[in-house]
Antibody, heavy 120, light 110 residues
Framework: QVQLQESGPGLVEPSETLSLTCTVS????????WTWIRQPPGKGLEWIAH???????NYSPSLKSRVTISVDMSKNHFSLKLTSVTAADTAVYYC??????????????WGKGTTVTVSS | SNELTQPSSVSVSPGQTARITCSGD??????AYWFQQRPGQAPVMVIY???ERPSGIPERFSGSSSGTKVTLTISGVQAEDEADYYC?????????????FGGGTKLSVL
């Protein structure tokens, strides 16, 4: 059964770059979409970006200027970079697998999430 | 607009039926997906493509769609169903669509 595990620093200083990795185990990274979602404390879910294994990607308009996602098939993982972070970027960050379906995808497996706090 | 609107809270007694709605113009053209999130846990998909139930999800969870509104129905609610529920859709077709989430509904089992 496929499992996803987020990893990265739990504390990032303001104006620095947040870098997270999602490792996929028990399955291939090929033929799926790979998505990042976050949830600020006490708030709802916010989509950040997604990428297909071919490299085509799409970003939330509100974060597009600061976000980069990438997939490393040799390591079976994908990554997120968010630049110039502020306290508003403090959240639990989730990665999720997207199963292609007709002309879209649905997120069937999620990681457990990793908490990132932006503070000096 | 490309927004999904959910009630902030719904309360039911054990054994009753809970209905959680989600409204948005995109829902007349795009499928809806529902996620359950228990406190301190990651979201779990309970309904996909409006009314399909993933394997392992109890039969008491069902979904329906009508125009710009979708509904998650939980029949015979159990205490373990107390959680936040999020609807999700997309603003268009294709891989370049933007993912949309509703604001979430807290289901309380009294």
């Amino acid at each position: 059964q496929v499992q996803l595990q987020e990893s990265g620093p739990g504390l990032v200083e303001p104006s620095e770059t947040l870098s997270l990795t999602c490792t996929v185990s028990g399955g291939s990274i090929k033929n799926y979409f790979w998505t990042w979602i976050r949830q600020p404390p006490g708030k709802g879910l916010e989509w950040i970006a997604h990428m297909y294994e071919t490299g085509s990607s799409n970003y939330s308009p509100s974060l597009k200027s600061r976000v980069t996602i990438s997939v490393d098939m040799s390591k079976n993982h994908f990554s997120l970079k968010l630049t110039s972070v502020t306290a508003a970027d403090t959240a639990v960050y989730y990665c999720a697998r997207g199963v292609p379906s007709e002309d879209y995808f649905y997120m069937d497996v999620w990681g457990k999430g990793t908490t990132v706090t932006v503070s000096s | 607009s490309n927004e999904l609107t959910q009630p902030s809270s719904v309360s039911v007694s054990p054994g009753q039926t809970a209905r959680i709605t989600c409204s948005g113009d995109v829902l007349s053209k795009q499928y809806a997906y529902w996620f359950q999130q228990r406190p301190g846990q990651a979201p779990v998909m309970v309904i996909y493509k409006d009314n399909e139930r993933p394997s392992g999800i109890p039969e008491r969870f069902s979904g329906s769609s009508s125009g710009t509104k979708v509904t998650l129905t939980i029949s015979g609610v159990q205490a373990e169903d107390e959680a936040d529920y999020y609807c999700q859709s997309a603003d268009s077709n294709g891989t370049y669509a933007h993912v949309l989430f509703g604001g979430g509904t807290k289901l309380s089992v009294l």
